[in-house]
């Protein structure tokens, strides 16, 4: 079965600084998508990136850069230069081969004190 | 593009009674999914709809349904609601083309709250 796991449960940084958040994921399928939402305190799950088990290139997109590494079954996540804006729970999830249903790791919780 | 909404945004019910839940997904997305999250559980799946139909289901109890209608919106009841009924119920929406590790887009969600 699949699963998704986020050893950070609490991050606190102060702005400016560069964080790391880390997910390591478990699955039995070949093919498999991950994926990063963020939920800022009004509830909502915003989308933030997803890949697919074939594409391991990292991704950037403006401050947040992503490392996919299948050898270590990792997708971590980086926000350089940290804002307040940045604080907010991250959830990494996955989908599993052919299905559609997503499982979510425990989240991080992430504060950018000023 | 309007987002995916959820309505209400905030509900206090009894133990015993039943809540129906609504969705509507981002115009042209036909594949609805709905979530729960609890502080002790985190976000779990419940259910997905796709063209008026249940493609896949979560492992919840039966008091939990839901149903789509032909313009895609959706909407979920619990019955014989419990206190452990009690969470932020997230409704998303995707294409549904495929079927397969598509983008889901979230709505606010519904926070109920069981007494």
């Known amino acids: 079965a699949q699963k998704v796991t986020q050893a950070q449960t609490e991050i606190s940084v102060v702005e400016k600084e560069d964080v790391t958040l880390d997910c390591v994921y478990e699955?039995?399928?070949?093919?498999?998508?991950l994926f990063w939402y963020k939920q800022p305190p009004s509830g909502e799950l915003v989308f933030l990136i997803r890949?697919?088990?074939?594409?391991?290139q990292n991704e950037i997109s403006g401050r947040y850069s992503w490392n996919f590494q299948k050898s270590t079954s990792s997708f971590n996540f980086t926000i350089t230069a940290s804002q307040v804006v940045d604080s907010a729970v991250y959830f990494c999830?996955?989908?599993?081969?052919?299905?559609?249903?997503?499982?979510f790791g425990e989240g991080t919780q992430l504060t950018v004190n000023p | 593009k309007a987002g995916v909404t959820q309505t209400p945004r905030y509900l206090i019910k009894t133990r015993g009674q039943q809540v129906t839940l609504s969705c509507s997904p981002i115009?042209?997305?036909?594949?609805v999914s709905w979530y729960q999250q609890t502080p002790g559980q985190g976000l779990q799946f419940l259910f997905e709809?796709?063209?008026?139909?249940?493609?896949n289901k979560g492992n919840f109890p039966g008091r939990f349904s839901g149903r789509q209608f032909s313009n895609s919106r959706s909407e979920m009841n619990v019955s014989t609601l419990e206190l452990g009924d009690s969470a932020l119920y997230l409704c998303?929406?995707?294409?549904?083309?495929?079927?397969?590790?598509?983008?889901?887009?979230f709505g606010p969600g519904t926070r109920l709250l069981v007494l």
């Open positions: 709809y796709f063209s008026e139909t249940q493609r």
């Open positions: 699955t039995r399928d070949t093919t498999y998508y």
């Open positions: 998303a929406s995707s294409l549904g083309a495929t079927g397969v590790g598509e983008t889901q887009y």
């Open positions: 890949r697919n088990s074939f594409d391991e």
């Open positions: 999830a996955l989908i599993e081969g052919s299905g559609s249903r997503l499982t």
């Open positions: 115009s042209g997305h036909r594949s």
